[in-house]
């Protein structure tokens, strides 16, 4: 964990601490299992124990650490019930967003869309797979917000960001087939936005999602057999 934390007021200290945090687990910078000691944090943020300690709680309640008794605080593991869990949750959520955001969706929001998807597919051809991912997190925001459903782009907030670990821990590795036929499908679902087709942007969000959640599997349990040969 290199990166250098800067305070910004009058963000509370608690939600900034937090934010960092998520981000370097996220991003692979604090790796699945490693330990967060609250006297390392302490000396890293320059502050007292009290926002360290509330940080550490959000981050376990949130599901990126858990609290082992009597060891401390660790980075959760990502395992296939982990991946199963979260793109089960988000195929139901976010295809549910798609057929709410179908009527709403405006010109700028499938503007918004085509730049996402044109980056993307500019990210593929470079092989940069983490911009990849920012883009394809910006595309699905689109749709998401348009839902219009304040409660439903809460819940789809924390779980998208797991899945976007889950794919910069995992699915980097993958091979690039996975990726084009991403942009095919994302290609698909704008289509029936511009053509207004509630239930079969519906149907193939939910299809997508699965599909992801069957290759972040397939890629972890091949990962975890690889790793027992050795």
Do not use: C
């Amino acid at each position: 964990m290199d990166k250098e934390f800067i305070p910004q007021y009058p963000v509370s200290l608690v939600d900034q601490i937090t934010e960092f945090l998520s981000n370097e687990v996220i991003e692979g910078r604090l790796k699945s299992g490693q330990r967060l000691v609250e006297n390392g944090l302490q000396r890293k943020f320059g502050v007292s124990r009290a926002p360290i300690r509330e940080s550490l709680r959000i981050l376990e309640n949130n599901g990126l650490l858990v609290n082992i008794p009597r060891k401390g605080r660790f980075v959760r593991k990502i395992d296939e019930k982990s991946i199963e869990e979260n793109f089960l949750i988000r195929a139901s959520l976010e295809s549910l967003a798609a057929r709410l955001a179908t009527p709403n969706m405006r010109p700028d929001d499938i503007e918004g869309m085509e730049v996402g998807l044109s980056h993307m597919t500019q990210a593929l051809r470079e092989k940069d797979f983490k911009s990849y991912f920012k883009y394809h997190y910006d595309f699905h925001d689109v749709f998401i917000y348009a839902s219009k459903m304040d409660t439903l782009i809460r819940i789809l907030e924390n779980v998208r960001r797991h899945a976007i670990w889950i794919r910069i821990v995992y699915l980097s590795g993958s091979i690039q087939k996975y990726f084009k036929d991403t942009t095919d499908v994302h290609r698909e679902i704008l289509d029936l936005f511009i053509k207004k087709d509630s239930h079969g942007v519906e149907a193939l969000v939910k299809r997508h999602i699965l599909a992801a959640m069957e290759e972040a599997s397939q890629f972890l349990k091949s990962s975890n057999e690889e790793g027992l040969k050795r």
